[in-house]
Structure formats: structure tokens, C-alpha cells
């Protein structure tokens, strides 16, 4: 049985096409629907139908933006598009994207049957094609698969002859040329230990995996898919290599028996290290996760610090920043127990969520020292050092005593530097707001009072101390909180305008453009890319 998505502007439309087809007798289940292309964009994202009916002109995200970003982000989604008369150009710039069919308006609900049902076929064959065992294995018996299977396994494992490597790389028809790379490592795994299901998930990725732009992959072992990824720049890697961590768990969990373990490695900029990117990728995959069997994309990058001579890469905009800087010391406790709750509901995974807490802590205070004028490496280098973090995740106890430390490390610093009379107001008043920038009535009225000066004096030494307005202050803890919500949930902008302290939601559209340059609708388009 196959899902249906339908996107049309008109609900009639969508009531027309959900209510007058029999969905299980043609042999479909109705997925769910969306009235524009932008909410669908996130739909479809989470509910991964197997195909799509849009209509080609709707208001925001049209059916012609929609059918691009399907099919780029989730190729495998089959789109139907609905089309009137006087839009056949439009259709025409649909099908040079990839959709597979389109309706003329008006349409009959026959039609559109007849439509799915040829989709539908086409899905089958090429399903028999992929799931096609014995042929993956006459493939792979194959001898040029099986020398270059051996000449990139030597790669990753860093026995390569590296002297003579582009000619064998040329004599192999292998293209490994490019400015950087990653290393992926997929594990597939079944949750009942069904060897047929694994392997049939196997191959279904396997034969798939040929079609891969910008990547060689092999298996190792029986249930480990090696990927080496090229790109142009860094960023444009990550998204490549991001991708491709969905579309392998997509393919490999059809089979709902089936879950998939992805470690991405880090990013390195020549072929000699690549082994370091691969065994990056190999410690996560490696973790004991069999207690909670769930699918997983992990990067290096997240979990272990990257290193500069040495150091730790510190990364910006980290929302830990601006907690630790009005936290008190009985914050700390707070701070830790959320970290150990964190690693408790994902049992068995230990090392990987408890070096990812401790790093993400160690940036926070590096950039919460360096906003105070300080310089971390001078300051308390051994926390930059990657073995820090490895020493600190030995064992529970020795984890919280590390990051207590570092916490408290933090809140001292931040102290020693509150040097004028009104260090503890000005933490007093930021913690206020924090806790009450939700509310449409904080204003500096209220935060004076709560910090029990007149607003006159209160606003003239938030200016003095912080270096910014007040009201400047408060539209940025608005701002960076809408940011936040736009990037972890699917509310409408209104409902974030209102969420974060903005009564009228056009004033919160002007604001935020004028503060970040772009709409809330561009900003969350770009996080979603």
C-alpha cells in the first residue's frame, strides 16, 4: 500500500480528492494534506509519503518551490501535479524538475486513480529492482567491484600506497580529487536479529548507493556501509553529507524491523586524512545502543571537539551563552542535573551524550569569557585540550566533578569581571528578563521595579554597564528566542510574535528583518535548507 499526500489552496479541492476515492480498495492510504506548500514542506519532511499530489499555483510556497525542495531533499517521493488550462507552462517547468505526471482541472476522481496506479507501478519496478538480492550479489562478485571495494577499504584504514594512489585511482575509473571530505559510517541493524532483514536492507542500499553524487561507498562487515564524501567547500559537504544520512536511514528502515546507526566524521581537506574522518565516524557507530534500538544521525563535530594545534573550535550562538551570564551558583546544580537526565534517557550511550554535553558547555564559557574581554586559552587552556574531554567521560562521577568545575570556573570569572557597583543588579535584571520576555508587559518599568530602582536610574545604568539600551537589550532576548522557536518547532509567525513578548506580529515581521536582514518566513525557509 502506498501513502498519498495531497497540498491544494482550495479546501474543496482537497475535500473533493480525499472524500470521493476509496482509498484502501485502490490500494493507497490517505498520509494527510496541507492548504500551501510551506507548511507541507515540513509535513511531508516528517511523514515521508510515497507520493505527492500538489496543486501548481498556491499563495507562499507554490507547487513548482515545493516539487524542487521534494525533490532534492527526499528524491524518492513521487509528485503528481494539478494543473489548469492557461498554467501549462508551469507544468511544463514541473516535469524538466522531475515530477511523473500531472491532472488538467477539471478532473475526475477516476483520473487520479489512474494517475496513482501508474505511479504505483513504477514504484514496484523499481522496488523488484533494488530489492533484487542476487543480483547485488552477482555485482558484487564481480572483479572490478571487488578491487575497488579492497582499494578504498585500504584508504580508510589508512593502508593505502598514498605515492602512487592518484594512478591507481585513474585505473580504477575512482574520482577522489575535490577540496575537502567526510567519512560516513552506516549501521544497520534489526531489532528482532533477523539476518534476512538485514541483508535485504542491506542491498536495498547497495543498490541505491551507486547513484550517489560526489561519493564512493563499499560495505564493511556484513552491516556497515562506508561512504567517503567529496565537496567543494565545508559547508556545502555538510549539507551533502546530512542528506545522505536521511535518505540511507529512509532506504534501510522500510523494513520497520530495521533501524540504522549513522557517525559522520570529521572534515578533512586531503586524501592522507581521510583515516582520521573515518575512525571519527567508527566510535560512534560503535556505541552499545542495543538496550534502546532507535535510528541515529551523530557528527563527530558535535560530540568530540575538533582541534587547531591543539584546541578546541569555538562555535558562535550557542543559547548557553546568555544563561550562564546572569546564573547564580545555585544554578549549577540545575545545570548538571538537566545534562545527567539528558544521558539517563538515552541509556547505553554514555560516552557520546556526555562528550557532547561537556563540549557544548566548554564553548558556552569560552565565549561568555571572550564577551567579557577575556581570552580562554590564556585563561584555563586545559579545557581546550580534546584530552580533557576524554579524561572527564571516564565515568559518571568524574563527568559531574569535571563539569561543576567548569561551571563554576565560568560564574567566577563572570563575577571577578562585575567589578562596578552594579554588577549584581544588572544579572538581576537580565535574569528578569529572561524568565519574563514572554510577557507583553516587560517593559522598563517593571524590571526597574524588580530590580527596586526608578526606571530613570535603572535605564541609565543598563546603558553604562551593558553598553546597549535597554529596549535594545530586550528586542534581542525577543529576537534570538523567535530565532530559536522558528528552528526547533513548525508554529505559525503570529503564534512566535505573541510566544516571545510582541503584541502586534507586523511589528515583530519589522523588527526582526530590520535585525537580522531577513522575514521570519526567509529566516525559517534558510534553517530548514
Same mark, same amino acid.
Given at each position: 500500500?502506498?501513502?498519498?499526500?495531497?497540498?491544494?489552496?482550495?479546501?474543496?479541492?482537497?475535500?473533493?480528492?480525499?472524500?470521493?476515492?476509496?482509498?484502501?480498495?485502490?490500494?493507497?492510504?490517505?498520509?494527510?494534506?496541507?492548504? +500551501?506548500?510551506?507548511?507541507?514542506? !515540513?509535513?511531508?519532511? $516528517? @511523514?515521508?509519503? #510515497?507520493? /505527492?499530489?500538489?496543486?501548481? %499555483?498556491?499563495?507562499?510556497?507554490?507547487?513548482?518551490?515545493?516539487?524542487?525542495?521534494?525533490?532534492?531533499?527526499?528524491?524518492?517521493?513521487?509528485?503528481?501535479?494539478?494543473?489548469?488550462?492557461?498554467?501549462?507552462?508551469?507544468?511544463?517547468?514541473?516535469?524538466?524538475?522531475?515530477?511523473?505526471?500531472?491532472?488538467?482541472?477539471?478532473?475526475?476522481?477516476?483520473?487520479?486513480?489512474?494517475?496513482?496506479?501508474?505511479?504505483?507501478?513504477?514504484?514496484?519496478?523499481?522496488?523488484?529492482?533494488?530489492?533484487?538480492?542476487?543480483?547485488?550479489?552477482?555485482?558484487?562478485?564481480?572483479?572490478?567491484?571487488?578491487?575497488?571495494?579492497?582499494?578504498?577499504?585500504?584508504?580508510?584504514?589508512?593502508?593505502? +600506497?598514498?605515492?602512487?594512489?592518484? !594512478?591507481?585511482?585513474? $585505473? @580504477?575509473?575512482? #574520482?577522489? /580529487?575535490?577540496?575537502?571530505? %567526510?567519512?560516513?559510517?552506516?549501521?544497520?541493524?534489526?531489532?528482532?536479529?533477523?539476518?534476512?532483514?538485514?541483508?535485504?536492507?542491506?542491498?536495498?542500499?547497495?543498490?541505491?548507493?551507486?547513484?550517489?553524487?560526489?561519493?564512493?561507498?563499499?560495505?564493511?562487515?556484513?552491516?556497515?556501509?562506508?561512504?567517503?564524501?567529496?565537496?567543494?567547500?565545508?559547508?556545502?559537504?555538510?549539507?551533502?553529507?546530512?542528506?545522505?544520512?536521511?535518505?540511507?536511514?529512509?532506504?534501510?528502515?522500510?523494513?520497520?524491523?530495521?533501524?540504522?546507526?549513522?557517525?559522520?566524521?570529521?572534515?578533512?581537506?586531503?586524501?592522507?586524512?581521510?583515516?582520521?574522518?573515518?575512525?571519527?565516524?567508527?566510535?560512534?557507530?560503535?556505541?552499545?545502543?542495543?538496550?534502546?534500538?532507535?535510528?541515529?544521525?551523530?557528527?563527530?563535530?558535535?560530540?568530540?571537539?575538533?582541534?587547531?594545534?591543539?584546541?578546541?573550535?569555538?562555535?558562535?550562538?550557542?543559547?548557553?551563552?546568555?544563561?550562564?551570564?546572569?546564573?547564580?551558583?545555585?544554578?549549577?546544580?540545575?545545570?548538571?542535573?538537566?545534562?545527567?537526565?539528558?544521558?539517563?534517557?538515552?541509556?547505553?550511550?554514555?560516552?557520546?551524550?556526555?562528550?557532547?554535553?561537556?563540549?557544548?558547555?566548554?564553548?558556552?564559557?569560552?565565549?561568555?569569557?571572550?564577551?567579557?574581554?577575556?581570552?580562554?586559552?590564556?585563561?584555563?587552556?586545559?579545557?581546550?585540550?580534546?584530552?580533557?574531554?576524554?579524561?572527564?567521560?571516564?565515568?559518571?562521577?568524574?563527568?559531574?566533578?569535571?563539569?561543576?568545575?567548569?561551571?563554576?570556573?565560568?560564574?567566577?570569572?563572570?563575577?571577578?569581571?562585575?567589578?562596578?557597583?552594579?554588577?549584581?543588579?544588572?544579572?538581576?535584571?537580565?535574569?528578569?528578563?529572561?524568565?519574563?520576555?514572554?510577557?507583553?508587559?516587560?517593559?522598563?518599568?517593571?524590571?526597574?521595579?524588580?530590580?527596586?530602582?526608578?526606571?530613570?536610574?535603572?535605564?541609565?545604568?543598563?546603558?553604562?554597564?551593558?553598553?546597549?539600551?535597554?529596549?535594545?537589550?530586550?528586542?534581542?532576548?525577543?529576537?534570538?528566542?523567535?530565532?530559536?522557536?522558528?528552528?526547533?518547532?513548525?508554529?505559525?509567525?503570529?503564534?512566535?510574535?505573541?510566544?516571545?513578548?510582541?503584541?502586534?506580529?507586523?511589528?515583530?515581521?519589522?523588527?526582526?528583518?530590520?535585525?537580522?536582514?531577513?522575514?521570519?518566513?526567509?529566516?525559517?525557509?534558510?534553517?530548514?535548507?
Amino acid at each position: 500500500m502506498y501513502s498519498v499526500f495531497l497540498v491544494d489552496d482550495e479546501p474543496i479541492v482537497l475535500e473533493g480528492i480525499r472524500s470521493k476515492i476509496n482509498w484502501e480498495e485502490a490500494g493507497f492510504s490517505f498520509a494527510g494534506e496541507a492548504t +500551501d506548500g510551506e507548511i507541507a514542506l !515540513s509535513m511531508i519532511h $516528517e @511523514l515521508k509519503p #510515497d507520493i /505527492l499530489i500538489t496543486d501548481i %499555483k498556491m499563495p507562499f510556497m507554490d507547487g513548482l518551490e515545493l516539487s524542487a525542495a521534494i525533490k532534492k531533499t527526499q528524491p524518492w517521493i513521487k509528485i503528481i501535479i494539478l494543473s489548469g488550462h492557461d498554467e501549462f507552462d508551469y507544468a511544463k517547468k514541473a516535469i524538466s524538475i522531475g515530477v511523473e505526471d500531472y491532472l488538467l482541472k477539471p478532473f475526475t476522481s477516476e483520473e487520479v486513480i489512474t494517475s496513482l496506479k501508474k505511479i504505483a507501478a513504477q514504484i514496484d519496478r523499481e522496488r523488484t529492482q533494488l530489492s533484487d538480492i542476487s543480483r547485488m550479489k552477482e555485482e558484487l562478485k564481480t572483479h572490478e567491484k571487488l578491487v575497488q571495494k579492497e582499494f578504498l577499504n585500504n584508504l580508510v584504514h589508512g593502508s593505502a +600506497d598514498m605515492t602512487n594512489l592518484m !594512478s591507481k585511482c585513474q $585505473e @580504477l575509473g575512482i #574520482d577522489l /580529487l575535490s577540496r575537502c571530505y %567526510k567519512l560516513i559510517i552506516s549501521r544497520v541493524e534489526s531489532r528482532s536479529h533477523n539476518m534476512t532483514n538485514q541483508q535485504e536492507a542491506c542491498s536495498r542500499l547497495n543498490s541505491y548507493s551507486g547513484t550517489w553524487e560526489q561519493t564512493y561507498s563499499f560495505f564493511h562487515h556484513s552491516n556497515r556501509l562506508v561512504c567517503i564524501c567529496k565537496g567543494s567547500s565545508p559547508d556545502e559537504l555538510d549539507e551533502t553529507v546530512f542528506r545522505l544520512a536521511e535518505t540511507i536511514e529512509h532506504i534501510a528502515t522500510q523494513n520497520e524491523d530495521c533501524y540504522v546507526i549513522t557517525g559522520i566524521g570529521k572534515t578533512v581537506d586531503h586524501l592522507s586524512l581521510i583515516p582520521s574522518s573515518y575512525e571519527d565516524a567508527k566510535k560512534i557507530t560503535e556505541a552499545d545502543n542495543s538496550k534502546n534500538p532507535q535510528n541515529l544521525i551523530i557528527s563527530s563535530d558535535d560530540i568530540s571537539p575538533g582541534t587547531t594545534n591543539g584546541y578546541l573550535e569555538l562555535k558562535e550562538n550557542d543559547p548557553l551563552v546568555d544563561r550562564l551570564k546572569y546564573a547564580s551558583k545555585n544554578d549549577v546544580s540545575a545545570i548538571i542535573e538537566e545534562s545527567m537526565a539528558l544521558i539517563y534517557d538515552n541509556p547505553g550511550q554514555f560516552n557520546v551524550f556526555a562528550s557532547y554535553l561537556l563540549v557544548d558547555m566548554i564553548f558556552a564559557v569560552s565565549k561568555l569569557v571572550e564577551s567579557l574581554g577575556g581570552d580562554i586559552k590564556q585563561l584555563n587552556p586545559e579545557i581546550l585540550q580534546r584530552q580533557f574531554v576524554d579524561n572527564a567521560v571516564r565515568d559518571e562521577n568524574n563527568f559531574v566533578k569535571t563539569l561543576e568545575g567548569v561551571l563554576n570556573f565560568a560564574l567566577e570569572y563572570r563575577d571577578s569581571r562585575m567589578t562596578g557597583k552594579y554588577g549584581d543588579t544588572i544579572l538581576k535584571a537580565k535574569k528578569y528578563i529572561e524568565e519574563n520576555y514572554a510577557d507583553q508587559n516587560t517593559t522598563l518599568t517593571s524590571v526597574a521595579e524588580a530590580v527596586a530602582m526608578s526606571p530613570n536610574h535603572f535605564s541609565s545604568i543598563f546603558s553604562h554597564e551593558c553598553k546597549t539600551t535597554f529596549i535594545e537589550y530586550l528586542t534581542n532576548v525577543r529576537i534570538e528566542n523567535a530565532k530559536r522557536l522558528m528552528k526547533e518547532t513548525d508554529m505559525k509567525g503570529y503564534d512566535i510574535a505573541y510566544e516571545c513578548g510582541f503584541s502586534d506580529p507586523h511589528y515583530f515581521s519589522y523588527i526582526f528583518k530590520k535585525n537580522t536582514g531577513l522575514s521570519p518566513r526567509e529566516y525559517k525557509l534558510s534553517v530548514e535548507k
